[in-house]
C-alpha cells in the first residue's frame, strides 16, 4: 500500500465521523440528537474492539465504565465548577484506572471467568452510585449543567453534535492509529499464541493491561461526551443490560478492525429508531442479530461487506497462496555448500548439569550440552526422553531445578522467555506457531523483538505516517521473508499459506532479528518430504552466510543426520551419548535405545 493511501485509510474511520455530523446539522432536531448517540456509541464500538477484538477479553463492565466517567465529569462540574474541557481529561484518568482495577484479576482469568470478573467490577460500581446518593443523586439521578468552551455555551442539539462529533474523531482516529498499527498487531499476537508472542518479546500481561486501558478510556470518555446531552444520569441507564448491549456492538459489527466499531456502535444505536412499530420485540430481534451474525458471520458486518467486495470483483475466496509459491531462496539455498564450524570454536550456549522434576519423575537428569558460535547441534532421543522439558528450559518456558543454562556468559535461567530475543535467541515451534490473522510481512515484523507496549505506541504512530521506523522495519522485514522465499506472499495472511511455507515463516520472523542462536523444535513436522531437502537446505544457507547458531530438537533421524554437526542423544532425562551424527547413530547403545536393536546383535 502505498503512503497516501496508507495515511488516508488511518484517516478514513475519523472522516467518516466527521462527515456524519456534517450531514445531520442541517436535519431537525430529534435525528441530530439520533446521530449525536450514535457518534458516541461509535467511540465505545471502537474502544470496544480494542479489548474485545484485538485482545480477546470479554468485558461486562462497559456500562459501569461509562457511567465512570459520565459522573466523574459532571459532579465536577457540578460540585466544583470545573471547566467542560478539564472535566474530559478527569473522565479520561478515573477510565483509565478503572480499566487497570479490572485488568488486576482480569489479566488471570479467561472466557466465563473473565466475564464474571467484569460483571463484579460492574455491580458493584452501580450500587456505589446508587447508594451515594448525597454526592451522586442516587437511584432519582442527577442533572447536567450545559457545558462551556471558550465561552461557547452549548445548548442546541446543533451545537452538541458538532462538539460530540469533532471530539469524537479525534477519539477514533487515536482508536484507529492504536488498532491499524504496531500496537493492536501486537495484541492480537498476544491473543492468538501467548507462547509464541512472549518468545518474540511481548509481554501478554503488559498488553492485556494496556488493552483494558485503553478500552475503559474510550468508553469513559464516550460518557463525559454524552453526559450533557441526555441531562439526566442515573445509574439505571448504564447497568448489567447496557453492558450487554455495548458488548455486542463489535461482535455484530466485526471484532478486529476499527470498521466494526463503527458499523457495529452506530448501526446498532440507530437500528432501535427503525424499530419502533415493534419496539415490545427489539430485544428478541438484538439477541436474534448477534445469535445470527456469530453462526454464520463471526467476522460481523466488515466481513459480510468484505465477502461482497471481493464476490463483485470476481474474488469470492479472498486471498490465496500461489500453485507454486516464490521459492527463489530455497532453490539457491539447495546448491550453497555451507562453511564449516571453525576449530575450536567458542561455546555460545552451554547447558550443564540441569535437572527437572515433575513429582516422581525425574524427567531432565544432568543433562549438559555445549552449542559453539556458528555451529548446528542436534539433540535427538526416544518419545519421553526428556528432550522437550529439557528444550522449554533452555528457551525459558520451563523452570530448572538445578543446573545452568549460559548463553555467551550470560545466565539465562533468571530470564522471562521474551528476554532472551535481547541477547540474540529466537526460536521456532514443533506445532506451527505463526499469527494466522496477521500479514506474512507483519508477522516478520513482530520477529524483530523491539515489542514493548510504549514501543508498539511510538511504532503505530510512526507507521501512521509513513515514518522512518517503520520504513527500516518492513525493510528489514522484506529482506527476511526473501531469505526464505516468501517476498510475493508479503501481504497475505499468515494462516493461508501451506504448511510447509509456515514453516518458512516461522524461520524468516527467526533470523529477522538477526540473531546469534536459533532454537529450532521439530522444523520439519508435518511437512512433506519433498520440502524437507528444500528446508534443511534453507537452514544450511543461513548458517553460512549469516553465522547463526542453531539447536535443533527432530524426530526426522536423516534431516538431522544431514543438518547438524554435532548431535546430543538423551535417554530417561540424560544424555546418553554425544559426537558427530555418524558416529552417534552408529553406537549400539543409541541405536538399542532410540531403534530397539539388539546390542548384542
Known amino acids: 500500500m502505498s ?28 435525528p441530530k440528537y439520533v446521530i449525536a448517540i450514535a457518534i458516541v456509541s461509535i467511540v465505545v464500538g471502537a474502544s470496544l474492539v480494542v479489548l474485545v477484538g484485538l485482545a480477546r477479553c470479554i468485558t461486562l463492565a462497559a456500562g459501569s465504565v461509562m457511567a465512570i466517567g459520565a459522573y466523574t465529569s459532571s459532579l465536577l462540574a457540578i460540585h466544583l465548577g470545573v471547566p467542560y474541557l478539564i472535566g474530559l481529561a478527569a473522565a479520561l ?73 469533532v471530539l469524537s474523531a479525534l477519539a477514533v482516529l487515536v482508536l484507529t492509529v492504536l488498532v491499524r498499527g504496531a500496537f493492536g498487531k501486537n495484541l492480537q499476537a498476544a491473543a492468538g499464541n501467548e507462547v509464541a508472542a512472549e518468545a518474540f518479546g511481548i509481554s501478554v500481561p503488559a498488553y492485556l493491561t494496556a488493552a483494558f486501558v485503553i478500552s475503559s478510556v474510550g468508553v469513559a470518555f464516550a460518557g463525559a461526551l454524552a453526559a450533557p446531552r441526555v441531562r439526566i444520569l442515573d445509574p439505571e441507564s448504564y447497568g448489567v443490560m447496557a453492558s450487554i448491549f455495548m458488548l455486542a456492538y463489535p461482535i455484530v459489527g466485526g471484532m478486529h478492525s476499527i470498521w466494526g466499531g463503527l458499523l457495529g456502535g452506530g448501526g446498532l444505536r440507530v437500528l432501535p429508531e427503525f424499530l419502533r412499530p415493534v419496539a415490545d420485540y427489539q430485544e428478541l430481534f438484538f439477541a436474534s442479530l448477534v445469535i445470527v451474525v456469530v453462526m454464520f458471520f463471526p467476522g460481523g458486518f466488515v466481513e459480510l461487506i468484505r465477502r461482497g467486495v471481493l464476490a463483485l470483483r470476481g474474488h469470492p475466496a479472498g486471498p490465496r497462496e500461489a500453485p507454486q509459491p516464490a521459492v527463489a531462496g530455497a532453490q539457491a539455498a539447495a546448491a550453497v555448500t555451507p562453511l564449516p564450524a571453525p576449530d575450536g570454536a567458542a561455546p555460545l550456549l552451554v547447558v550443564e548439569g540441569v535437572d527437572r522434576h515433575f513429582g516422581a519423575l ?70 506451527v506457531a505463526v499469527f494466522g490473522q496477521l500479514s506474512c510481512l507483519d508477522n516478520v515484523i513482530i520477529g524483530r523483538g523491539r515489542n514493548g507496549v510504549l514501543a508498539a505506541i511510538g511504532q503505530s504512530v510512526d507507521e501512521m505516517r509513513s515514518g522512518p521506523l517503520t ?51 521439530e522444523p520439519v513436522s508435518g511437512v512433506a518430504e519433498a520440502e524437507i531437502e528444500e528446508l534443511r537446505a534453507l537452514l544450511l544457507r543461513i548458517n553460512a552466510e549469516r553465522r547463526i547458531a542453531m539447536l535443533v530438537v527432530e524426530h526426522n533421524i536423516p534431516f538431522v543426520a544431514r543438518l547438524c554437526r554435532s548431535l546430543s542423544v538423551m535417554g530417561a532425562g540424560a544424555i546418553v551419548a554425544e559426537g558427530t551424527p555418524a558416529d552417534v547413530i552408529a553406537m549400539p547403545a543409541v541405536r538399542q535405545l532410540y531403534f530397539g536393536e539388539d546390542v548384542a546383535a
Open 362 to 431: 525425574h524427567a531432565v537428569n544432568a543433562a549438559h550440552l555445549t552449542v559453539p558460535v556458528g555451529g548446528i547441534h542436534g539433540l535427538i532421543g526416544p518419545n519421553g526422553a526428556g528432550k522437550t522439558s529439557l528444550f522449554n528450559i533452555v528457551s525459558g518456558f520451563l523452570a530448572a531445578d538445578a543446573g545452568r543454562v549460559a548463553f555467551d556468559g550470560t545466565s539465562l535461567l533468571e530470564l522471562a522467555p521474551r528476554d532472551r530475543i535481547r541477547l540474540g535467541i529466537t526460536r521456532t515451534f514443533q506445532h
Open 471 to 521: 520504513a527500516r522495519a518492513r525493510g528489514e522485514a522484506l529482506a527476511a521473508l526473501d531469505a526464505v522465499g516468501l517476498a510475493d506472499l508479503a501481504g497475505m495472511p499468515a494462516g493461508a499459506l501451506s504448511l510447509g511455507n509456515q514453516r518458512r515463516l516461522e524461520i524468516a520472523r527467526a533470523i529477522v532479528s538477526d540473531p546469534r542462536l536459533i532454537l529450532l523444535d
Open 93 to 165: 484518568l478515573t477510565g483509565a484506572i478503572a480499566g487497570w482495577l479490572i485488568a488486576l484479576p482480569g489479566t488471570r482469568f479467561r472466557g466465563h471467568n473473565l466475564a464474571m470478573v467484569t460483571l463484579v467490577f460492574q455491580s458493584v460500581c452501580i450500587i456505589l452510585i446508587r447508594e451515594a446518593k448525597t454526592l451522586t443523586g442516587g437511584a432519582e439521578g442527577i442533572h447536567v449543567p450545559a457545558p462551556s468552551l471558550f465561552g461557547w455555551t452549548v445548548r442546541s442539539d446543533g451545537d452538541f453534535l458538532l462538539l460530540i462529533g
Open 3 to 30: 503512503e497516501p493511501r496508507r495515511l488516508l485509510a488511518g484517516l478514513a474511520p475519523a472522516l467518516v465521523v466527521l462527515g456524519a455530523t456534517l450531514a445531520g446539522l442541517p436535519l431537525d432536531n430529534y
